[in-house]
């Protein structure tokens, strides 16, 4: 699905400006529309499919709350409509002979994202974390809130629903907030992530007619493009979430900065890592049923994190590389020197990882890996032929400085986030929006986590 960035935020302005000039008794009614508006402006094949999903799983959510017999099997079938529906679209091409590029068209918009969403909803009910939701209007809200549908985050039923039931009035701090997050994010994604894409893409695409040199360089932005885009998206539909007086909970804390894996999935899109402890991992036993059981449910939990992303044998790998560097972490408590040591070794680690995330098959993937290694060699040649790609003529080298000084930048900013999580750093919005302003590039590129 290919979602233009600036048609998206165009959509998020009018329509906030909007909810702030009609009176405060309509703005749910108002939001309510807008969401549904916009999935059918997106998606219009499939906007039945998620109404139908909003109102099977409230009508299902009131049962549990309301039952005291049969609520397992009450939250079971209220649960297999929408788990069903998103299996068959992600594994639909298992079954039949035909052209992926086809099945791509079959996917519908933030089906993974919204059916995570109903599914927390029902078994926090069921658990007894929540009581259901009372209005309809308030819970399709929470579902299909549109600047959270295209790729996340999967914000928990209460961080919407809880504000929904006090009047939407204008948050002077919020909006402000929500505007920095906007331009943070599009700092990420346009003056980065976009620029980093044609690369990446050319590489990963024909890794047999590159150098080495050119791979490493491939997998290293790959590593930076995946994150700007999809902290970056994260960022704006936090921000817009904020311009309608919403506050999520971040969905990414400098994961780049993590000292072994499993900080780095305390960092990295939290809001799906949360839900995979909080309804897979931790209904699996957890770590309270022995040492050997705690391994296999880490290995179970990453394997349908690998899933989740995709159909192809490469996602399960990635899912599976992340789970056994989880049973063997580095230390916990490092000192400052072990620390920084330990933040490359995983980032290093991190960055294969994705090689395996970014190739169309596993078949591509170990041969990316086996020529990083082979025929390695450095002459002006082979530095040429890996810096090339970037534009295809001169003006190649101009742009590879370009990207890694507004790299070095990002970094810099995060570095100091990092060290002093408790301070602001109001200059760097500023070089951020000359950034955007100036270098942004503006098109129609997507953004990568809709694909999932």
Known sequence: MQTNIVLYLTFSIITVLFFYLIPSTYRRHYLFCVNFIFYFLCDYKFGLLIFLSILWSYCFGEKIGCSIFYRKLTLFLGMSLVLGTLLFFKYYHFFITADNSALGLLMPLGISYYTFKIISYLIDIYLGKRTPEGSFINYAIYVSFFPQIICGPIARSTEITDTLKNDLHFNRQLVQSGTLLILSGLFKKLVIADRLSVYVGSIFSNPTAYPSLALWMAAFFY??????DFAGYSEIALGIGNLF??????NFNLPYFSYNINDFWKRWHISLSSWLRDYIYIPLGGNRKGILRKKINILITFFI???????????ICWGMWHGILSLFPFSKAPTKKQQFFHTIATFIFVMFGWVFFRASSIQDAITFIIRMFYGWTININSIVASVMPFTGDYSCLAHLITVCIF????????????????????SKYFIYAVAVLFFGAIGQSSFLYANF
């Not at 590593?223 to 700007?228: E, V």
């Open 223 to 228: 590593t930076i493009q995946i994150y700007c």
């Open 305 to 315: 994190s690998g899933l989740w992303h995709g159909t192809g044998i490469n996602y």
């Open 407 to 426: 790299i070095l930048i990002l970094l810099i900013c995060e570095w100091k986030e990092y060290l002093h999580p408790a301070k602001k750093y109001p």
């Open 245 to 250: 007086g919403f506050e999520c909970k971040i």
